[in-house]
């Protein structure tokens, strides 16, 4: 069987669906190609965070600008993707408070503020006593802080489930439990070959965007170079009880989530471990120790969950977006840490670029040919 759309979309991600949506709005025929279901590979681990302001401090300048941009899209973006899918996303505006538990946090947190204020971020700084008026549950050891209340966040996996009833309003069609094994450039249309339970199919676009995450070098062959894309292994524990915070809280060590219903996210771990899923007992025993420190009523709250994402990196742990150097392909992938803050800049800009043929200013610097540049030089010793 051979199917026909615009655009062939390989990864059913946030990234990928946020995408998908884009392009369909703008009257592109879409298909994604989904290997397991929506959201299965980072998206649904993430606690969704939506704090630049955080990461500023080891963030390039372009990478920083783009967050930015993502950040201000944001309420658009919900509002689209809830119009027409029906379904909340589960985006909240708190803010993120940063919590210091002794002077070396402070001294840290002086220095981030001093840094997020040559950029022109706003902050305020807490004393201890400030800081549990905001938050009446942190630790009675917590000796400052530092609220930015421009910083807000989203429900992960509420928002892949309105993202996909967004996705199919517009028309999108999503293949789920469908691996793509070969993308080839054949007769001037891309080339998807497709397996799925039901037999082997192919799919001709015009377009391919590969937006795979983790997945983009690992059982799936195309025409492009490798750039080195690798797993880094994320832990998240769900705690589940009396709602002890409102706002986002942090330190260098942890970030503590609230959901609605009373859930807390305490993340995450960064470890080099390949594809394996596996919860370890260090992980959690480190997050649970470092969320303890902040938030000693978290002793008394259940554990709901221990979930295990992959974030997709390169080399400099920046996004790799644009053409690919094959005619047709294009790549939306290597978001790392920042797959959901990133989502609608990401799509807005690829969106651009794949309807106009125009390359956009903002995504200029997260081409495929810095990763290209680096492979030559590592050949040439
Ligand atoms: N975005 C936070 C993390 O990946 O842990």
Known sequence: MTDVADVAIVGGGVI??????????????????ERERPGFGASTVAAGMLTPSFEVELTPPALVELQLDSLRRYPQFVAEIESAGGLSCGYREEGTLWVSRHRDDELELEHLRKIQED?????????????????????????????????????????????????EAVGVAIRVGAGVTTVERTQGRVELAIEEESGVSTLCADQVLLAAGVWLEDGLVTPLPTIGMRPIKGQIVHLKGQRLA??????????????????????????????????????????????????????????????????????????????????????????????????????????????????????????????????LQEAAG
């Open 246 to 375: 409102d706002h986002v809280l942090r330190n260098s060590d942890i970030y503590i989530v609230p959901r609605s219903g009373g859930e807390l996210l305490l993340g995450a771990t960064e470890e080099e471990q390949g594809f394996d899923l596996r919860p370890t007992a260090g992980g959690t025993l480190d997050l649970l120790r470092y969320a303890f420190e902040i938030l000693p009523g978290i002793y008394d709250l259940y554990v709901s969950e221990i979930d295990v994402g992959l974030r997709p990196a390169v080399t400099d742990h920046q996004p790799v977006l644009g053409p690919a150097n094959v005619e047709g392909i294009y790549i939306a992938g290597g978001h790392y840490r920042g797959g959901v803050i990133l989502a609608p800049s990401t799509a807005y800009w690829m969106a651009e670029l794949m309807t106009t043929g125009r390359a956009p200013e903002q995504i200029a610097s997260f081409g495929i040919e810095r990763l290209l540049a680096e492979r």
């Open 119 to 167: 950029r022109g971020l706003p902050a305020r700084r807490l004393t201890g006593r400030e800081v549990r008026q905001i938050e009446p549950y942190v630790s009675p050891r917590a000796v400052g802080g530092l609220l930015v209340e421009s910083d807000h966040q989203v429900n992960s996996r509420t928002l892949m489930v309105a993202l996909q009833a967004a996705c």
């Open 16 to 33: 990928g669906l946020s995408c998908a949506f884009e392009l369909a709005r703008r009257g592109k025929s879409v298909s994604v190609i």
